[in-house]
């Protein structure tokens, strides 16, 4: 019954910003850490960023630390990813998580979303 659902994926250029937006069903997934992660062809999954269930920690691969901000809304049970400053190594698929977990225990994020391809042209 539960999902998450990204939007805000597209093509854009080197420089240019993104938001990404991951809303979660009814009440699914209020209480759990949320985090992005994303995978380019051929490359392994990998972790991005997560925010604990308060918001009040969050956390960064670090290629795109300064660059990126995850935050959320809990009213609207929502999680972004604000992206800019956007480089061709950006271009992924992008994936939400949620896990009952710490936010930094990676192997704990069970819930994945369908996806959002990000492409960045140079």
């Known amino acids: 019954q539960a999902q998450l659902v990204e939007s805000g994926g597209g093509l854009v250029q080197a420089g240019d910003s993104l938001r990404l937006s991951c809303a979660a069903s009814?009440?699914?997934?209020?209480?759990?850490?949320r985090a992005w992660f994303r995978q380019a062809p051929g490359k392994e999954r990998e972790f991005v960023a997560a925010?604990?269930?308060?918001?009040?920690?969050?956390y960064y691969k670090d290629s795109v630390k300064g660059r990126f901000t995850i935050s959320r809304d809990n009213a609207k049970n929502t999680v972004y990813l604000q992206m800019n400053s956007l480089k061709p190594e950006d271009t992924a698929v992008y994936y939400c998580?949620?896990?009952?977990?710490?936010?930094?225990?990676?192997?704990?994020?069970?819930?994945w979303g369908q996806g959002t391809q990000v492409t960045v042209s140079s």
């Open positions: 998580a949620a896990s009952s977990g710490p936010a930094m225990s990676l192997r704990e994020y069970k819930y």
């Open positions: 009814g009440r699914a997934f209020s209480d759990y850490a």
């Open positions: 925010v604990s269930s308060s918001g009040a920690s969050t």
